[in-house]
């Protein structure tokens, strides 16, 4: 046996969790905090160090509307799966009354009707986005403060136990399920804290958040807040089967910057996916960007409201272009805002611009048009066929 004297470094993570952090980085803005809990929760279920019979992992997202809670949820969903939508979502606001958790897990033999109620959480439901790859589930509780006792309640036995018996004495089981959880609790105490009304206070609060970064006291404090607002809300018996409580801090100036990036080539990718018409580009100037920053910056909506900040000035002005035969296939659009900084303008640059030089244009996270993948699978099959030929 040879001893060595070696320290090791339990900080690093293994490739996949690795390459599961660098595509959340990719997709979701400004939440460090909630990015190093998910990769904890996923590296711990790599080495199959998670508790036995117990789901993988309790995380409870607090936070502001638009700071990315449910994005998060569907990014990871995203990265490891492949879509976003492979999430069961449970949206909490339908379920304000306790009668209506029979739509969760079914009416029981007896009550009429019950054999044409199906339950959301059945395990078919459960496991309908596994992989040969990722043997994961990925359930969401959005707005968990909105319903009612009846499903805290129910959720007791799924959080410590993995286990929920439907109407119909059937058992799902969720060992092999992250749970995510989000809520608005302690919002408005977060916004007081970031906007203070009185005093000098409200101005060292902007200079802490100056170029979109919060300090690490006001962080600490906005993390307070949601606990507290959480611990008043929630009874301890459901508090204690939470393994990871996050609070999602607003998004400042630089990071909306960053989402807009995002949201602009989210819509580049629309025109190169859409099966209408030829693809064409845009570019969006400083000015333009500083304009819809302008428009959609809003403290008390987030990343939402920058969202429709594009729709309204980018994205319909631009279907409108298309509509009349303006914008083409082929055009190169300039989106430039006008001297006055009131509305965006939309110049064409050029005309006829060859697919594989719009995306030497455009970022390379976007995906081609189907044009060009139509045509690269019949070019594969000419570039096999000359192959065979030079080897004979």
Not at 37 to 59: E, K
Not at 115 to 140: G, I, M
Not at 189 to 197: I, K, V
Not at 321 to 329: C, E, Y
Request: hydrophobic fraction near 40%; aromatic fraction near 6%; proline fraction near 4%.
């Amino acid at each position: 046996m040879e001893r060595i004297n070696r320290i090791l470094d339990p900080t690093r993570t293994g490739s996949e969790a690795e390459k599961l952090e660098s595509d959340l980085r990719k997709r979701v803005v400004g939440q460090d905090e909630a990015i190093r809990q998910i990769i904890d929760v996923y590296q711990t279920f790599l080495a199959g160090m998670s508790s036995a019979g117990r789901p993988i992992g309790n995380l409870l997202f607090l936070g502001p509307t638009g700071s990315g809670k449910t994005r998060m949820v569907e990014a990871v969903a995203e990265s490891l799966v492949g879509d976003a939508r492979a999430v069961v979502k449970i949206d909490c606001a339908e379920f304000q009354h306790s009668h209506e958790i029979a739509k969760l897990i079914g009416s029981p033999p007896g009550y009429l009707g019950h054999r044409e109620t199906h339950p959301l959480l059945s395990q078919e439901a459960l496991d309908q986005y596994q992989t040969d790859k990722v043997k994961l589930s990925f359930v969401l509780f959005d707005e968990i403060e909105k319903a009612s006792d009846s499903l805290w309640n129910l959720l007791l036995g799924v959080l410590d136990k993995a286990t929920l018996t439907l109407g119909d004495n059937r058992r799902v089981d969720f060992s092999r399920a992250v749970i995510f959880l989000t809520s608005n609790l302690g919002a408005a105490e977060m916004q007081a804290l970031l906007r203070p009304n009185l005093g000098f206070a409200a101005g060292d609060a902007e200079r802490r958040q100056t170029g979109g970064m919060v300090d690490a006291e006001l962080t600490g404090k906005m993390a307070s807040a949601g606990m507290e607002a959480a611990r008043r809300k929630f009874n301890p018996e459901f508090l204690n089967r939470i393994d990871k409580v996050v609070v999602f801090r607003p998004l400042g100036t630089a990071e909306l910057r960053k989402v807009l990036g995002m949201e602009l080539n989210l819509v580049q990718q629309r025109i190169f996916s859409t099966a209408s018409s030829t693809p064409f580009v845009f570019s969006a100037t400083e000015a333009a960007k500083d304009y819809l920053l302008r428009e959609g910056t809003d403290l008390k909506y987030g990343a939402r409201h920058l969202k429709r900040a594009v729709d309204r000035n980018l994205v319909h002005p631009l279907s409108n272009l298309m509509a009349t035969g303006q914008v083409r296939g082929g055009d190169l659009i300039r989106v430039d805002c006008d001297a006055s900084g009131s509305h965006l303008t939309f110049i064409k640059e050029a005309e006829d611009v060859a697919i594989q030089a719009m995306l030497q244009m455009v970022d390379g996270s976007i995906a081609p048009p189907p044009v060009m993948a139509a045509a690269s699978a019949v070019e594969e099959p000419k570039m096999v066929a000359h192959a065979k030929g030079s080897r004979r």
